[in-house]
C-alpha cells in the first residue's frame, strides 16, 4: 500500500508533509504533489501533516479520487523530488477549500 496526494492539494501545495518522509518520496510539480507509490514504505507520517487533508492512504481514496492513484505514479516520473519545506504559495488560503480542483492541475 502506498500513500496518494489527492485533490485538495492543488493550488495549496503546502510543503509540511515532506520533511517528515524517510524515504523522500515526494515530487513538486508547479501547483501540486505528489508521492511516488515505488518509494513510499506507507509510514504513515505525512498523513497528518497535511493542512488540508490531501494526503490518504491508498485503501481510504474515495472513490471520486482513485484517478490520483495513477496520477501520482505518472507524474512522481517526471516531477523532481522534494526534500525540504517551502512556504506556500501566497494564494494557498484562498484554495485549501475549493472542491473540484482538478481543471487547475498544471503539469
Same mark, same amino acid.
Given at each position: 500500500?502506498?500513500? /496518494? !496526494? ?5 493550488? &495549496?501545495?503546502?510543503?509540511?508533509? +515532506?520533511? !517528515?518522509?524517510? /524515504? ?9 504533489? !505528489?508521492?511516488?507509490?515505488?518509494? &513510499?514504505?506507507? &509510514? ?6 497535511? $493542512? /488540508?487533508?490531501?494526503?490518504? *492512504?491508498?485503501?481510504? /481514496? ?10 501520482? *505514479? ?5 516531477? $523532481? +523530488? ?5 512556504? *506556500? $504559495? ?7 477549500? !475549493? ?9
Amino acid at each position: 500500500m502506498t500513500y /496518494v !496526494v489527492t485533490e485538495p492539494c492543488i493550488r &495549496c501545495k503546502y510543503t509540511d508533509c +515532506v520533511e !517528515v518522509c524517510p /524515504v523522500d518520496c515526494f515530487h513538486e510539480g508547479p501547483n501540486f504533489l !505528489v508521492i511516488d507509490p515505488e518509494e &513510499c514504505i506507507d &509510514c504513515s507520517l505525512c498523513e497528518p501533516e497535511c $493542512p /488540508v487533508d490531501a494526503i490518504k *492512504a491508498e485503501d481510504d /481514496v474515495s472513490p471520486d479520487q482513485m484517478h490520483f492513484l495513477e496520477l501520482n *505514479a505518472e507524474l512522481s516520473r517526471d516531477w $523532481p +523530488v522534494i526534500t525540504e519545506q517551502k512556504a *506556500a $504559495p501566497p494564494d494557498a488560503a484562498e484554495w485549501d477549500t !475549493v472542491p473540484d480542483k482538478m481543471q487547475f492541475l498544471e503539469r
